[in-house]
């Protein structure tokens, strides 16, 4: 069973999301304000959070930009009237994992929510995978350069565990895509930002960076010379 926190200012839209997902047998928790909402993400143990951006008392962005400052990694899909490029961005350069823009299709946002729980969960082997200075468990869901902890949200991770299992060869956009989004339409913008994100963690404290642009096709990792 399932364990959701929603964190919506719009009661109506709130009671929709309820009905809807208790009939698939998911536990939803709620807070209607932005203070509550990461008191209770900081307290609570959760498969997801559905996190709108328009809140009173503390916004979307800043929930979700302190969680990840307090290492909760929980996946964090928005919810989000804006559809303005550059605030989609920002909520992905805050720490979150998806988003959709309101009004949406509720089995849309079911796939996501399902989709963002899987990987949440893991479903890997107790195993390691090394390369160059990286480091990684696959049980724990944690990554390592040269021992120091990389702070990744449950997409980053993702996208550098495929990167890890196939490097030094070229890790694809459309193989990147076709994972994290599945059957839907992968989104450049949002893959551009959570690469961004990684490379904030993998490359930018060190003095060589390992992750390695490949125009026009994709990326992959480079041992530090």
Known sequence: MSRVLLVEDNREIAGILFDYFELEGMVLDYADNGELGLKLALDGNFDLILLD???????GFTVC?????????????????????????KGFKHG?????????DLEILEARVYALINRYR?????TELKFGELRIDQK???????????????TTYTILEMLCTKAPEVLSKQELSDKLWQDDEGNSDALRSHI??????????????????????GFRLEEAQ
């Open 53 to 59: 951006l328009m809140l009173p008392k503390m916004d």
């Open 65 to 89: 930009n302190r969680l990840r400052e307090a290492g909760v990694n929980t996946p964090v899909l928005m919810l989000t009237a804006l559809d303005n490029r550059d605030d989609l961005l």
């Open 96 to 104: 979150a994992d998806d988003y959709l823009t309101k009004p949406f």
């Open 122 to 126: 893991g479903k890997v082997a107790s």
């Open 140 to 154: 724990t869901r944690q990554a390592y350069r040269q021992n120091r902890r990389l702070a990744l949200n449950p």
């Open 196 to 217: 961004y994100q990684l490379r904030n963690q993998l490359d930018k404290p060190f003095s060589h960076p390992m992750l390695i642009t490949v125009p026009k096709i």
